[in-house]
């Protein structure tokens, strides 16, 4: 397994949680890293990217000012702090590492899946 992704669950309208992804070291050190999301019956979508130094990171619209994105590259781990959580954060949480340095909100820039973990917001 190359990435690991932790830290989903049940949480209240307004409530926060933080993912994690732990990637092996020869992956994660000059990648791109991601987070993307799955809901039922939708495609999945683009949340956060972050480049292999933290130096840049992007957002989707509908995230933005309430998620922040963040790696540990001691640890080769990056992270997903969610705040103000809405019952449409509800999905499956995919973390990535991208096929070069930079972020990118582009799935096929990706070429490495986690198995994803399950974010579920009650109203």
């Known amino acids: 397994v190359q990435l690991q992704a932790s830290g989903g669950g049940l949480v209240q309208t307004g409530g926060s949680l933080r993912l994690s992804c732990a990637a092996s070291?020869?992956?994660?050190?000059?990648?791109?890293m991601g987070w993307f999301r799955q809901a039922p019956g939708k495609e999945r979508e683009f949340v956060a990217t972050?480049?292999?130094?933290?130096?840049?990171?992007s957002y989707a619209e509908s995230v933005k000012g309430r998620f922040t994105i963040s790696r540990d590259n001691a640890k080769s781990t990056v992270s997903l702090q969610m705040n103000n959580l809405k019952p449409e954060d509800t999905a499956v949480y995919y973390c990535?590492?991208?096929?070069?340095?930079?972020?990118?909100?582009?799935?096929?820039?990706?070429?490495?899946w986690g198995q994803g973990t399950q974010v579920t917001v009650s109203s």
């Open positions: 990535a590492a991208s096929r070069g340095a930079s972020g990118s909100s582009q799935s096929g820039h990706y070429n490495y």
């Open positions: 972050i480049s292999w130094n933290g130096g840049a990171t």
């Open positions: 070291r020869r992956m994660f050190l000059n990648n791109g």
